[in-house]
């Protein structure tokens, strides 16, 4: 039985071309029309791209509370670059605006960079193509009115980074897995290998594989979750308040009695504590 009022976490495969909005938009819509009430709180921890793939995890009611914490978990990408040409938005969103040779780039030079420079502590200055802000504004926004965005570095970990496949020397093209902290923009990732390769690169396509505990393999398909939605039976929320204020009462009796448990045994320390009272001499 769901109780989405109370708190409920979901895990998705982000499809393609979705923004995370737009899917915690779909879930909200299928959990009011089920418990028949517009006072259902949904958010996702972690944005991901529309172009991306993979792990997003939604959550629902009082688990809201709980996005930071989440979103605080190591996360794991797998990450497909073309080298040798850069786009502004640094992957497929925007088309490409430089080219750069790249036949001087070999296996051994990309291992050397991404352990050299790549791994462990790193800055990195986020897209100009993202939710970052500047001046209280996001900066994709004001990247595609074609302003000058400047946004100042972050200090990220990269706890590993590998090479899955690359397509050198034949086509210049490289696929990586990356784990790493909150707040890693691949796209910046992917144009910074490119410059430190001497050359260029953007990302061609991106799968989070793992955000936390929560491996993809775990997840459910957004169709898949909506299905289960619709078969599922919940707790109203009628009942969730209830069992809420219910819950709340119980615990503040608890807290009162461990209150009073403590002041006694004060109490009594304190009497012990007491020097003997002294008894007056019969002469």
Known sequence: MLNPIEGEIFCIDKPLRMTSFAAVKKVRAVLRTHLKTRQVKVGHAGTLDPLATGVLLLCTGHATKRIDELQAGVKEYIADLRLGATTPSYDLETEVDATFEWKHINRALIDRVLQEQFTGSIEQVPPSFSACKVDGKPAYKLARKGQDVEIRPKTLVIDEIEVLQCGLPQEPTLQIRVVCSKGTYIRALARDIGEALGSGAHLTALRRTRVGDVTVDKCLTLDGLVDKLDHET????????????????????????????????????????????RTSQIK
């Open 234 to 277: 919940y707790v109203s929320p009628e009942q969730a308040a209830a069992e809420r204020l219910e819950r709340e009462r119980q615990e503040n009796r608890e807290r009162a009695a461990r209150m009073k448990a403590e002041q006694q045994a004060r109490k009594q320390a304190r009497k012990c504590d007491l020097p003997p009272k």
